[in-house]
């Protein structure tokens, strides 16, 4: 009877840890990795992106933007625990058991919404030239210097690249090509050496 007792109150007891360790919110805790995640994610996605789209418009082809409007994630961690038994005195004749159960359940359910860039701000993105420190970082990134130079940039202290479609290819400079292939070389030896 006391041996029946006491796996009574150790199953309660369990029972109890297991709804106080439940009450321990996930959120705070994601916060800080999920946020750097999604930036890096995005980041990335949108490099990837406008080199895709400086190549179209380089030969001529229909840019298309799409923008992430939102991300939204969402979390939920369930549990449960059951707990029954029956004690039949010695006295009496009957059965003693017991029986435990749990079940758990954990989910990450992330929403992000697309949205086409256009209008205004498709227009402003496509017009305004590309600002030195975008191209810098793409070149920083990893991209190779010499593609994203010879796709984004028209002249390098009047060192003319070459622009035009099929039939309407205007030359550039042999000097543009010989600059932009050197950077390249100094990109891939891991950086600038003075001297």
Known sequence: MKAAWKVIFI???LAVLSLVSGCASIGPGSVHRDRFDY???L??????QMMLNLLKVRYSDVPVFMDIASVISAYEL???VSLGGQVAPSTRSGDTFGSIGGTGLYSDKPTISYQPLAGEKFTRSLMLPIPIPAL???IE????ADLVLRLCVNSINNLNNSYGGLGHLQEGSPEFLELITAMREVQARGGWECG
Do not use: A, R
Not at 43 to 48: A, E, G, I, T
Not at 141 to 144: A, D, L, M, T
């Open 78 to 80: 369930t549990g449960s």
């Open 43 to 48: 980041s990335n996605s949108w490099k990837q």
């Open 136 to 138: 810098l970082s793409l």
């Open 141 to 144: 990134s990893g991209y190779p």
């Open 39 to 41: 930036i890096t994610v």
């Open 11 to 13: 199953l309660l007891g």
